[in-house]
């Protein structure tokens, strides 16, 4: 089955202390991306990756880090949470050839 | 990015048509009409797209103006499954080898009830 897999689905953790959400597609989807969303505020685009070892800045990139060593990951990295970082975590793949994106189920964070 | 405006709430019964609009009218002649929703407790999903002309697939279909300033969202027969907020989105043709960035607003919560 086509799919997109996050991991953890949840995590609390403390200010601070270093954490990676895990990303994979088995899709063999080019572009990977990781978005954010708040209340209020909607989704937001946080890095996204054309390609293995080409990634780039969103539109709140700040706090964060993702690498692409592989075609089918992406971890999100935040090496030092902190509150306002507090919130539901989406990655989404894509061929570079459909117009149609795979989004996973979503990683909730709680960062105290 | 071109702005789409939707209403904050609609409702509909079940097994009944309902009829999603979305208002796009600084829309550009290379803006795809994109259509995502997110059922509650999960990720968006994809529903469907198009350029000018009306648009079927298996899970909606998708009326264009002929203008190109609103499209609705066709739900044919909803079901409960259905009730989510449903997202109209605008993505330019000409972002192929840079970003596909999709850029949310704050959609339509369909409430089906049963």
């Known amino acids: 089955e086509a799919q997109v897999t996050q991991n953890p689905r949840y995590l609390i953790t403390v200010t601070g202390k270093k954490l990676t959400v895990t990303c994979s597609q088995n899709m063999n989807h080019e572009y990977m991306s990781w978005y954010r969303q708040d209340p209020g505020l909607g989704l937001r685009q946080i890095y996204y990756?054309?390609?293995?070892?080409?990634?780039d800045k969103g539109d709140v990139p700040e706090g964060y880090k993702v690498s692409r060593k592989e075609k089918r990951n992406f971890p999100l990295i935040l090496e030092s949470p902190s509150p306002n970082q507090t919130s539901l975590y989406f990655c989404?793949?894509?061929?570079?050839?459909?117009?149609?994106?795979?989004f996973g189920p979503g990683t909730r964070l709680t960062v105290t | 990015d071109a702005k789409t405006t939707q209403p904050n709430s609609m409702e509909s019964n079940e097994e009944e048509p309902v009829h999603l609009p979305c208002n796009h009218s600084t829309i550009s002649g290379t803006d795809y009409i994109h259509w995502y929703r997110q059922l509650p407790s999960q990720g968006p999903e994809y529903v469907i797209h198009g350029l000018t002309s009306n648009v079927n697939n298996r899970m909606a279909s998708l009326a264009i103006a002929e203008d190109r300033k609103s499209s609705t969202l066709i739900l044919h027969r909803a079901t409960l499954r259905d009730a989510a907020v449903y997202y109209c989105?605008?993505?330019?043709?000409?972002?192929?080898?840079?970003?596909?960035?999709?850029?949310f607003g704050k959609g339509t919560l369909l409430t089906v009830n049963p």
């Open positions: 990756s054309m390609n293995v070892e080409v990634t």
């Open positions: 989404a793949s894509s061929s570079h050839f459909t117009y149609e994106q795979y």
């Open positions: 989105i605008l993505r330019d043709l000409n972002s192929g080898g840079s970003n596909y960035k999709l850029t």
